[in-house]
């Protein structure tokens, strides 16, 4: 699976757009970009996943570069609630498991 | 609900004690697994399980064991082989080649 690199923090304004930046330059054409949150002393919580276009859903939009070396995550209005660590994963569907790195630490100041 | 429960919340190890964390799920799937998360860390996977009576060794299987007999449940087993126990073990399932995963609340194992 491809490796990600992603910010180790980042602080975002209650009601602004939240932009998670993730790079994966290595990422090879079969693989999927998912993202997950975890919100203190909780199991990880599913956001969205995409493969070359651009995605939304209730929780968040996701676009990815037309050359799939990197995507963002895109919280449209953050709330408190969203303060967490953000895991960018990239993984070939139906492979093993998922592998999760370290993440981003986002902070939604009031 | 559906979910996946785990249990106990917390969990304390004697030395040189077994401890086992339990984890059930109710949604079906065929997949299960088990992960490690260290403060300040990202998850490692143990062990997973595709199907029953089969399972495979994560990035870091040394010092633990599971067992696959029924399809809802997926016990990891924390041996005295494990010298640095201490973390907090997550518990996942979806459908084998699903992209989703599902979490449990997870298991905050200390060592005494």
């Given at each position: 699976d491809a490796k990600t690199t992603q910010p180790p923090s980042m602080d975002c304004a209650e009601g602004r757009a939240a932009n998670l930046p993730c790079n994966h330059s290595t990422i090879s054409g079969n693989e999927y970009v998912?993202?997950?949150?975890?919100?203190?002393?909780?199991?990880?919580?599913?956001?969205?996943?995409?493969?070359?276009?651009?995605?939304?859903?209730?929780?968040?939009?996701?676009?990815?570069?037309?050359?799939?070396?990197?995507?963002?995550?895109?919280?449209?209005?953050?709330?408190?609630?969203?303060?967490?660590?953000?895991?960018?994963?990239?993984?070939?569907?139906?492979?093993?498991?998922?592998?999760?790195?370290?993440?981003?630490?986002?902070?939604?100041?009031? | 609900d559906g979910g996946i429960t785990q249990s106990p919340k917390y969990l304390f190890r004697k030395e040189g004690q077994n401890v086992t964390l339990s984890c059930e799920q109710n949604l079906n799937h065929d997949a299960m697994y088990w992960y490690r998360q260290d403060p300040g860390q990202g998850l490692r996977l143990i062990y997973y399980s595709q199907i029953v009576n089969d399972f495979q060794k994560g990035d870091i299987a040394e010092g633990y064991s599971v067992s696959r007999e029924k399809k809802e449940s997926f016990p990891l087993t924390v041996t005295s082989a494990q010298k640095n126990p201490t973390a907090f073990y997550l518990c996942a399932s979806n459908q084998a080649g699903g992209e989703k995963l599902f979490f449990g609340s997870g298991t905050q194992l200390s060592v005494l």
């Open positions: 998912y993202w997950y949150r975890q919100i203190h002393s909780q199991g990880p919580q599913y956001i969205i996943h995409g493969l070359k276009n651009n995605e939304t859903n209730e929780m968040a939009s996701l676009i990815i570069t037309e050359d799939r070396k990197s995507s963002t995550l895109i919280l449209p209005h953050a709330t408190l609630r969203d303060t967490a660590v953000y895991y960018c994963i990239v993984r070939v569907t139906g492979r093993r498991a998922l592998t999760f790195g370290s993440g981003t630490r986002l902070q939604v100041q009031p | -």
